[in-house]
């Protein structure tokens, strides 16, 4: 079992839409959170980190529940440009690498 | 804003041949991360670096090393190349501790193995 659970999707929206998805993570020790987005063949970019609090950036909002082990990704307003691989990535406590989980595609048509 | 450089962008090798890959991490940060990714995957992590000293280990083969010098960019050793390397290698760095640990990717590089 992986350590990261993503909804592989793919999430067909139109624009204007809002769309929402989760991931689950394994191990209650992890630290840190964020969301990364990955365009075909690019490379992750970071997106946003994620605070327990939960956090919005513009159009995009990360929630963590802490007590049920998931984090959230919410788009508002969808644009074209939107369209990508969005990857969950954990931080385990006392650790250095990320935990990556499969991805949740998302397509916004016009 | 600096981002990771990593060269080459591309590279085709054959079988059992070697092949360098080279990271520039973003001035200032000084872990440095290897991560590996086939096709449809998501990043397998490899190996990392803090400080020029191996810091965490992952999937990474017997036939790769890598190493961070006193500039704190890196390089991963790829030696005996089989068909099943050929991938996209991310090298991504980090700020100093304390900074929420997070990771900045470069473009990356893609290996062919033929």
Known sequence: RKEVEQDPGPFNVPEGATVAFNCTYSNSASQSFFWYRQDCRKEPKLLMSVYSSGNEDGRFTAQLNRASQYISLLIRDSKLSDSATYLCVVHPLNDYKLSFGAGTTVTVRA | ?114
């Not at chain 2, 590996?36 to 020029?52: A, V």
């Not at chain 2, 280990?57 to 090393?65: E, L």
């Open chain 2, 1 to 114: 804003a600096a981002g990771v450089i990593q060269s080459p962008r591309h590279l085709i090798k054959e079988k059992r041949e070697t092949a360098t890959l080279k990271c520039y991490p973003i001035p200032r940060h000084d872990t440095v991360y290897w991560y590996q990714q086939g096709p449809g995957q998501d990043p397998q992590f490899l190996i990392s670096f803090y400080e020029k000293m191996q810091s965490d280990k992952g999937s990474i083969p017997d036939r790769f090393s890598a190493q961070q010098f006193s500039d704190y960019h890196s390089e991963l050793n790829m030696s005996s190349l089989e068909l099943g390397d050929s991938a996209l290698y991310f090298c991504a760095s980090s700020p100093p501790l304390g900074s929420a640990y997070e990771q900045y990717f470069g473009p990356g590089t893609r290996l062919t193995v033929t």
